[in-house]
């Protein structure tokens, strides 16, 4: 929870532009980015997402980082992805 | 050993491992704190303490935003549960805490409404999609979820959404650093600062541990090498004499924070004038609660609260351990009675535990090592 996952931007939502469906291991889901207002990012971009919202932005090489962690993190790193696939976020 | 190479980077963690021995007066003993629970994993996963003199003691912080929630916060959370159309939310992490009468799982089991959720605006889904019930989502974290919960207020708030609360149990990292500064049981000598509550709030709320209190505090990121790097950059500070607040996760933290989260939290939020910690006891404004202005959201004045103090069970020394004071296997209970499975204390709960890390990677103290290392080369 207190862990960041690392996503990458695909699309901004076209109408709410707080939203942003992101890729995080092969999972899409929409996450908020309104937390990133004053520098929002672009599709390519990578973030880090907390609990639905993107709180900040980090480079590939730091998203691979911060994946490795969490995949060494085991059991609570699977229940954080079963949790974030079930996302409804809209 | 496995676990002295397990990381593809050795070779620099040797280097940092000899610069810092190489800083270390001969005589002094050095305790630093890691504050944040995924510190605590990373030096556990991989041995980090093994790299490190004798002389440097990583003491574990209050970091691990499940571990601190205290018994009677649960319990108040169970008896919202029950009440009549409450659907309950929470995240995951929370689901096994123990509180006096079982968990939210336990309370599930027995028919409870309570739903796992991944974010809060999920638990706004659910209240829009159920509006005979009332949501009620379990709020908890450190300012890295607050403005989760923050933003998830205001939008609630826009559409009007008359059947959706939280039930605020955020704390704030700051004061529990503060509180363990001012504890007489622990000296210590610096201290690693949190990596992603410090995104949200930046550097500036430590500059007091510097300033008042003279010890180093350096922002860490969460790979092995970020936290050897960040221990040798408070070794320097520490034989310079000098204690600066510096960040060494600059890649991702600026140094002022997340403005826009800030001002989420300032305007849904404010902090309460004292709130219970497990284990570290009442702690004056440490955390954070609705404000008045969104009462409609705040499930503490929507329903009956009954609010009692539980105190933990005789045999769980969390207290202890999230205060650095003893280590996860000086527990009595821990690995025995107290497991990832049938947790007593909520430090074996979350894997931001100190002792739910300990115990997945069998870590013990560096001495057991040594004498068992001993006894199988002779
Ligand atoms: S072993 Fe269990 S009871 Fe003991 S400190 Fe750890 S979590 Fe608490």
New binding site residues.
Partial sequence: MCLGIPGEVIEIHPEQRDLAKVNVSGVRRMVNIGLLCDDPPAPGEWVLIHVGFALSKIDEHEAAAAMEFLEGIGQAYEDEIAAFRESLIE | MRFVDEFRDADKAHALAARIAALCEPGRQYKLMEVCGGHTHTIYKHGLEDYLPESITLVHGPGCPV?VIPMGRVDDAMHLASQPDVIMTSFGDMMRVPGSKGSFFDAKAQGTDIRMVYSPLDSLKIARQNPDKRVVFMAIGFETTAPSTAMTMLRAAAEGLTNFSVFCNHVTIVPAIKAILDSPDLRLDGFLGPGHVSTVIGCRPYEFIARDYGKPVVVAGFEPLDILQSIYMLMLQLSQGRSEVENQYSRVVPWNGNMVALAAIAETMELRPYFEWRGLGFISQSALRVREKYAALDAELLFEVPGVRVAD?K????G??LKGV?K?WE?????T??TPET???????SPE????AY?NYGRMHRNRVLEITQVSRS
Avoid: D
């Avoid at chain 2, 045999?315 to 969390?318: D, F, I, K, V």
């Avoid at chain 2, 527990?331 to 690995?335: A, H, N, P, R, T």
């Fill in positions: 571990c069970p045999a769980c020394q969390c202890e351990v003893l996860p527990c009595k209970v821990f690995g009675a107290c947790p007593i204390g909520t430090c074996m709960v535990g100190a002792c739910a115990y």
